[in-house]
T-cell receptor
Framework: DTAVSQTPKYLVTQMGNDKSIKCEQN?????MYWYKQDSKKFLKIMFS???????INETVPNRFSPKSPDKAHLNLHINSLELGDSAVYFC??????????????FGNGTRLTVT | RKEVEQDPGPFNVPEGATVAFNCTYS??????FFWYRQDCRKEPKLLMS???SGNEDGRFTAQLNRASQYISLLIRDSKLSDSATYLC?????????????FGTGTRLKVLA
């Protein structure tokens, strides 16, 4: 029944490693997002995909590469992890077609800790 | 000026009190507004959308003031379970691109 699910929930890794976070939604939405919430709790958009096409890339380092194999999935791969990448990463989705008035639905987050 | 601004609080209120938060936005073309609630270490959850004419959902009332570019959230008869961070969300473009901008959140503590 989970609407937006992301895995893993926790990720602890060392600097320099490469890791991936997966996200899937079963709401039939065609727009998906990655948000980062840092230690100050500020939620900042990273990427937005609409029907598998990248539509927003908010000056995120190119070590971060999103991939959307279909409109129900949006994965995030991070190369050469740095200490500053430690944060909670939230996947979200929304419905297109209703314009910008559709609210976001969030996954339960991936807490990434880089040591 | 930040795109979306909120008073971070915390707002400490006794049970049963009425509390109100404001959120200002900078883009006058913004069309969509929402209030989300986030509990500690959890994902944000939609509390309510904000409509032009204002709207109410139980103890919660949301208002939009386009002239002054702010939205508000009023919580009546506060419960302990209302303790959380309340996030204001604005979509700053009329349509087409989907870029939901979050405020920093206002922390509410309801005290017994």
């Amino acid at each position: 029944d989970t609407a937006v699910s992301q895995t893993p929930k926790y990720l602890v890794t060392q600097m320099g490693n490469d890791k991936s976070i997966k996200c899937e939604q079963n709401l039939g939405h065609d727009t998906m997002y990655w948000y980062k919430q840092d230690s100050k709790k500020f939620l900042k958009i990273m990427f937005s995909y609409n029907n598998k096409e990248l539509i927003i890339n908010e000056t995120v380092p190119n070590r971060f590469s999103p991939k959307s194999p279909d409109k129900a999935h949006l994965n995030l791969h991070i190369n050469s992890l740095e200490l500053g990448d430690s944060a909670v990463y939230f996947c979200a989705s929304s419905r297109a077609g209703t314009g910008s008035r559709s609210p976001l639905h969030f996954g339960n987050g991936t807490r990434l800790t880089v040591t | 000026r930040k795109e979306v601004e909120q008073d971070p609080g915390p707002f400490n209120v006794p049970e049963g009190a009425t509390v109100a938060f404001n959120c200002t936005y900078s883009n006058s073309a913004s069309q969509s507004f929402f209030w989300y609630r986030q509990d500690c270490r959890k994902e944000p959850k939609l509390l309510m959308s904000v409509y032009s004419s204002g709207n109410e959902d139980g103890r919660f009332t949301a208002q939009l003031n386009r002239a002054s570019q702010y939205i508000s959230l009023l919580i009546r008869d506060s419960k302990l379970s209302d303790s959380a961070t309340y996030l204001c969300v604005v979509n700053p473009v009329p349509s087409g691109t989907y870029k939901y901008i979050f405020g920093t959140g206002t922390r509410l503590k309801v005290l017994a």
